[in-house]
């Protein structure tokens, strides 16, 4: 009979910490269905998001930890996730069933690839193995159906709108409702009423994260956003260009003003490598949304360049992080999604402790 007990795996796990929350998974609550079996020891390590880069290590880390307990011959890591949402108490807005999170991706201004970041970085989520939904609530531009190959209008099952479905993303676009060739000329009241309906009027299956793609500036949609729903947080786009550097500022202060956390911000189209030479240029610069993070005490969640093939699918509604998702382009997508993630976990977390001290 194993002289190993729960208690002594468990003090000998507690080496394994989570790098972004930085507790160790047993105080965590991380451990879950510890079983010991002779000389057999099985349990499963829950993280907070299946995005975490660093879960290989982990389970590694755990799986040497336990293998030098005397006695031990085989040691059994399952890895799984639970997306935990954010509870803020600056909202009053009621939480949608079943959506966890809400991501509003915006922009202090146009033309900085905000809606190929969000597009991008849902599917990124989603290839990463969490559950996501993605809202179109850039009324005025709704290009998400075209970056993700949809062309079906939204259903219904006879009670709600039923959303569309491409890349494991569940959709819903003013684009679906609305001539293509017609503008949208609406004044608030009328925007407040399609935000509202996309997220309490629609079907949503359960979902860890929900992107919503925001207009570019600092207009009604945000405001009806924060009033409808309550937001996990805001990633703010912007180019390394002064101009949109300055509009981003202000698109950080609009949304601490709404009092959304800001999740940190994305550089776009940070630097251009000719296919040819491999020269780098910097086309619009470099550096800045780093640096204008750092004065802005926010996070920097990474640069993406500019990439042909970026453009190419955007237009034929294969988003890169699938059409190569070996380039390097690809990678730094899916690099913006983890810490994205990474980011989430840490304010559900704040959020949770924050609680349990009231």
Known sequence: MSSITESIVLDALRVVTDPDLGRDIVSLGFVKNLSIKDSLVSFTIELTTPACPAKDQMRDQAEAAVAKLSGI????VNMTASVRPVVSPESSAAPIPGIKNI????????????????????????????????????????????????????????KKIVPAKKHGVQVVSMGFLADSNAPIIWRGPMLHGIVKQFFKDVRWDELDYLVVDMPPG???????????????????????????????????????????????????????????????????????????????????????????????GSDSGLPIVLMESDSSAARAFMQVSERAAAQISIASYESIESAKQV
């Open 73 to 76: 011959s085989k040691v059994d």
């Open 103 to 158: 991501i509003a991706v915006g922009a202090g201004k146009g033309g900085v690839g905000k809606t190929t970041v969000a597009v991008n970085l849902a599917v990124a989520l989603s290839q990463r193995g969490g559950r996501v939904g993605m809202i179109d609530a850039d009324v005025y531009g709704p290009n998400v159906p075209i970056m993700l190959g949809l062309e079906s209008q939204l259903s219904s099952d006879g």
């Open 218 to 312: 600092t207009g009604d949609v945000a405001l009806s956003l924060s009033q409808t729903v309550p937001v996990a947080g805001a990633i703010v786009v912007t180019t390394p260009q002064k101009v949109s550097l300055a509009d981003s500022r202000r698109a950080v202060a609009m949304y601490r003003k709404l009092k959304v956390p800001i999740l940190g911000i994305i550089e776009n189209m940070s630097s251009y490598v000719c296919n040819n030479c491999n020269h780098e240029s910097n086309i619009f610069g470099k550096g800045g949304g780093e640096i204008v993070a750092a004065e802005l005490d926010v996070p920097f969640l990474g640069q993406i360049p500019i990439y042909e093939p970026i453009r190419v």
